[in-house]
């Protein structure tokens, strides 16, 4: 055997021995889609799965090549890190466990079930020294990724924003939660990294539809640096809809994060007539971006990132505590009883 085929076997063990051991927590349709991405990716072991349905959870071990285990306990004696995509009320205790344990953790979004238990879990983690991440994964969408950083480049002060996030009622989303929990809670993440500011007035109108819980919510946010934050969210729609737009003065920002595309219009010329009031001309509009990178996988390596380097996910702990006292504000303005 010469040199380069053992250093070239040396190079494989060190790869096997370096990655993170991983588990995953609940196998609904997120968790499915966890364990595929986990399965795949060179420097993560998929230790196992544990769910409350074990013939579902060792489906899906066929699939992806991992052990079943029937004994959630047994998982995390095995693991650095782990996936939590189960019900929300079981958010807090799961967190807990897991960061008591001294485990890293990736919460499938909400963070909790309630603003008490996400503080206590974002301090657990910060006392342990353990990354706590939120699965709020519009944020690893390539189109907002490049919309926020175009908009911070171009440091032009935002005029608004505003989001629409339409869904079929069909049985497949979370049925636990309300719309705002499920679905504007993305929004309200992405909105509060684009205004960079605190809220000024809060508005909010929702209805009951299908369910017992809220279907269907407009709310309207004005931040104390001027910004005006607009979103439409519903489970009541035929038609699928996840689109973010944002105005500054000389741009319109289009992200589309269904199909992961960015177009922006971009007013050239801004003409001031004789009694000082500016014209927009020569208005230029380009899409600048559409791709099919997944965001879920850019999600999960900045978390397997972190719990490797010591560093802080982008949806960190403290910044999904900050969307979830957010939407408690605008969920008291539907229900002020």
Avoid at 117 to 123: I, P
Avoid at 224 to 246: D, H, L, M, Y
Avoid at 301 to 310: I, P
Wanted: glycine share 6%.
């Amino acid at each position: 055997m010469d040199a380069t085929t053992n250093s070239g076997i040396f190079e494989i063990m060190n790869t096997m021995t370096n990655r993170t051991k991983v588990g995953v927590v609940g196998v609904g349709s997120m968790g499915r889609n966890h364990a595929r991405i986990l399965s795949a990716i060179e420097n993560c072991e998929l230790v196992g799965i544990y769910d409350v349905n074990e013939a579902r959870a060792k489906e899906i071990c066929n699939l992806y090549g991992c052990s079943g285990f029937g004994d959630l306990d047994l998982l995390l004696s095995q693991v650095q890190a782990v996936v939590v995509a189960t019900p929300t009320f079981s958010h807090g205790h799961l967190g807990e466990k897991c960061l008591d344990l001294g485990i890293h953790v990736l919460m499938e979004k909400p963070l909790a079930a309630s603003i008490v238990e996400a503080e206590r879990l974002v301090r657990l983690a910060q006392r342990n020294n353990l990354v706590l991440m939120a699965g709020h994964v519009e944020r690893y969408n390539p189109s907002v990724n490049l919309m926020i950083e175009l908009i911070k480049k171009n440091k032009e002060p935002v005029v608004s924003i505003e989001a629409r996030r339409l869904n079929p009622f069909d049985g497949s989303r979370c049925l636990d939660v309300d719309v705002l929990y499920d679905l504007l809670i993305h929004d309200i993440d992405i909105a509060l990294e684009i205004a960079d500011s605190s809220i000024h007035q809060i508005c909010s109108f929702g209805q009951k539809v299908y369910s017992n819980l809220i279907d269907d919510a407009h709310s309207l946010l004005q931040f104390k640096n001027g910004v005006t934050a607009v979103f439409w969210t519903s489970k009541c729609s035929p038609r699928k809809i996840r689109e973010i737009n944002v105005t500054t003065k000389t741009r319109f920002y289009q992200a589309n994060t269904i199909n992961r595309s960015l177009t922006v219009h971009t007013a050239k010329d801004m003409n001031a007539g004789a009694d000082g009031v500016c014209l927009m001309s020569d208005i230029m509009v380009e899409e600048i971006l559409k791709t099919q990178e997944e965001p879920l996988r850019t999600e999960i390596e900045d978390f397997l990132a972190s719990v490797r380097d010591g560093g802080s996910p982008i949806t960190h702990g403290q910044r999904a505590l900050e969307s979830l006292i957010l939407l408690d504000q605008i969920s008291k303005k539907l229900n002020p009883n």
